[in-house]
């Protein structure tokens, strides 16, 4: 069987497990390959200055944890880059761009899931940006779907907040799996009521499914879809 393949691009470690971690964990069982791509570092803009050798253990640790989180998702790898975290807007658009046609060629993916355009996080703006620019819909290209995800602390903490999914995953058997995935994340989860605790993104899980009469669920804006 041909399995189809989804390609996960996001900006930061923890950004893939917020944004569609049950989804992912759901549409393995079903039958996908996943891959994730990590453009950025992570946590080297909570220094005034980029210090990449203060921060070498931590970011050796958390490209461990992004591999153990990914792993209980089902993801087959993980892919990184190391753009300077929170500092984007500092490289070249197009570097970024090209980075991601890089692994987009080298997975093919059919399915793309990314940030979404108007998050607070520059460094998820630009990769939003980036996807689309790497995704244009040629007819060689192997991407037929592309979603925005909602990232908490990120998407609602952006104003004005306008995000409007338009497609729901009932993730009721993969909630767990999410949960379970984001605490890995040892320094990047928190406790309640901040927006990255275990809590919170239960909360936001229900309130998703309530809007559509599920127990849980994940939401997207869908970029593109083409059939």
Same mark, same amino acid.
């Given at each position: ?13 923890? #950004? ?15 039958? =996908? ?9 992570? @946590? ?71 940030? =979404? ?5 520059? #460094? ?37 907040? @306008?995000?409007?999914?338009?497609? =729901?995953? #009932? ?44 127990? =849980? ?11």
């Amino acid at each position: 069987m041909n399995r189809k393949k989804i390609l996960l691009i996001f900006a930061h470690p923890d #950004d893939e497990v917020l944004g569609c971690g049950a989804t992912v964990a759901r549409l393995v069982k079903e039958g =996908y390959k996943a891959y994730t791509l990590l453009l950025g570092e992570g @946590i080297t803009s909570r220094d005034r200055k980029r210090n990449i050798r203060k921060r070498k253990n931590e970011l050796i640790l958390l490209k461990q944890q992004a591999i153990q989180a990914n792993k209980m998702l089902g993801i087959e790898e993980v892919f990184f880059y190391d753009f300077p975290d929170n500092r984007f807007d500092t490289v070249p658009f197009l570097e970024i761009v090209k980075v991601i046609e890089e692994f987009k060629n080298k997975i093919k993916p059919s399915l793309v899931f990314t940030h =979404y355009k108007r998050d607070l996080n520059i #460094d998820h703006r630009i990769t939003y940006k980036a996807v689309i620019t790497a995704c244009r819909p040629t007819k060689e290209d192997s991407v037929r779907e592309i979603y925005s995800c909602e990232i908490l602390s990120s998407t609602e903490w952006s104003y004005p907040n @306008i995000f409007c999914p338009n497609i =729901y995953f #009932d993730i009721s058997k993969t909630i767990n799996k999410k949960i379970e995935a984001m605490k890995v994340y040892k320094n990047e989860v928190k406790e309640w009521p901040h927006p990255r605790s275990p809590q919170a993104i239960e909360i936001l899980a229900k309130k998703r499914g309530c809007e559509v009469g599920l127990e =849980y669920a994940e939401v997207f804006e869908c970029i593109r879809l083409i059939r």
